[in-house]
Antibody, heavy 118, light 107 residues
Framework: QMQLVQSGSEVKKPGASVKISCKGSGYSFNSYSINWVRQAPGQGLEWMGW???????TYSQAFTGRFVFSLDPSVNTAYLQITSLEAADTAVYFCARDIRSYYYMDMWGRGTTVTVSS | AIQLTQSPSSLSASVGDRVTITCRASQGINSLLSWYQQKPGQPPKLLIY???NLGHGVPSRFSGRASGTDFTLTISSLQPEDFATYYC?????????FGQGTKLEIK
């Protein structure tokens, strides 16, 4: 069964860092890029960027600086690290597999909720 | 960057109705437009890719069309499980953009 399994919810204080994982299974993880998508409470979907299977990261303009994508192919896992957390980073973060033939996201993780609160 | 504007932002309909949601691009794009369905507390689910191709396992009551910069998602006969929020998405210049979403509610 193909799936992306994300790490659990996190509660952090402002200024802290968080690292979210997204583990793929049931398919050739190293053949696909992974997208990261943010959804703030009650809001729509916002594309953060992607990381290719070779580890090249591309960031949306709104997610440069404090956001870092990384990859560990040996454990079929992609990571999103956010530093200097702000209250505005409170959101659900999804990872999603990218299909390059038509450029869409065919499989999604269930999301990781990050709450930033003092 | 390209903007995608969905209309309507919300919609009330009844089981059995035919509904159409529109996604308009701010400039000409290719056919690399997808549609997703999201229910509360769940991740988005792919419905349509390449403007008109049905995703794996998606019921045939869902269909997509493209006409210039306008893309439509049609549900031919609403089922109870179709009440959700729908998003369009496109890729241009290696940047993905989502529409703001259309919330489909039960009348």
């Amino acid at each position: 069964q193909m799936q992306l399994v994300q790490s659990g919810s996190e509660v952090k204080k402002p200024g802290a860092s968080v690292k979210i994982s997204c583990k793929g299974s049931g398919y050739s993880f190293n053949s696909y890029s992974i997208n990261w998508v943010r959804q703030a409470p009650g809001q729509g979907l916002e594309w953060m960027g992607w990381i290719t299977h070779t580890g090249k990261a591309t960031y949306s303009q709104a997610f440069t600086g404090r956001f870092v994508f990384s990859l560990d192919p040996s454990v079929n896992t992609a990571y999103l690290q956010i530093t200097s957390l702000e209250a505005a980073d409170t959101a659900v973060y999804f990872c999603a597999r990218d299909i390059r033939s038509y450029y869409y996201m065919d499989m999604w993780g269930r999301g990781t909720t990050v709450t930033v609160s003092s | 960057a390209i903007q995608l504007t969905q209309s309507p932002s919300s919609l009330s309909a009844s089981v059995g109705d035919r509904v159409t949601i529109t996604c308009r691009a701010s400039q000409g794009i290719n056919s690399l437009l997808s549609w997703y369905q999201q229910k509360p507390g769940q991740p988005p689910k792919l419905l349509i890719y390449g403007a008109s191709n049905l995703g794996h396992g998606v019921p045939s009551r869902f269909s997509g069309r493209a006409s210039g910069t306008d893309f439509t998602l049609t549900i031919s006969s609403l089922q109870p499980e179709d009440f959700a929020t729908y998003y369009c998405q496109q890729l241009k210049d290696l940047v993905y953009t989502f529409g703001q979403g259309t919330k489909l509610e039960i009348k």
